[in-house]
């Protein structure tokens, strides 16, 4: 609705009108924070929630706990992996297998192009 709403008052933006409309629709300017509707969350000037001392208690302790637990998990996934060796890994072994081949094509390609194409150059001058 608010979309649709920006494009029927778009030449009061400044923009060009649109072409499958007619010229002579009546043009509203937007009021200032046309999405404001949908952002608000209270009668506050701010615009913010209010919340109770109970409520944000609730919240904080819900929060450190997370934080808590994510940093365990954390500590536990550095610990688990702190010998591992990337390099050993079946998956990197073929992954770099497989870039060396695209590597040594492509050398071969620069290897038959470019003294061709110098020679070309050579010529056209």
């Known amino acids: 609705m608010a979309l649709r709403s920006l494009l029927t008052k778009m030449?009061?933006?400044?923009s060009r009108s649109l072409p499958m409309a007619p010229a002579k629709l009546p043009v509203h300017a937007l009021s200032p924070a046309a999405?404001?509707?949908?952002?608000?969350?209270g009668?506050?000037?701010t615009g913010q929630m209010i919340y109770s001392e109970d409520s944000l208690a609730r919240l904080r302790e819900k929060t450190n706990k997370q934080l808590e637990q994510l940093t365990k998990d954390l500590k536990n996934w550095e610990e688990g992996y702190k010998d591992y060796?990337?390099?050993?890994d079946e998956d990197?072994?073929?992954?770099?297998?497989?870039?060396?081949?695209?590597?040594?094509a492509c050398y071969v390609v620069l290897f038959i192009t470019v003294p061709g194409t110098a020679a070309m150059l050579y010529n056209l001058f």
Not at 11 to 14: C, E, K, R, T, Y
Not at 35 to 41: E, I, Q, V
Not at 85 to 88: E, F, G, M, P
């Open 43 to 45: 009668d506050t000037d």
């Open 11 to 14: 030449p009061a933006l400044g």
């Open 85 to 88: 060796d990337w390099r050993q």
């Open 35 to 41: 999405g404001s509707r949908l952002f608000h969350h």
């Open 92 to 104: 990197y072994i073929k992954f770099r297998k497989t870039l060396r081949e695209i590597e040594m």
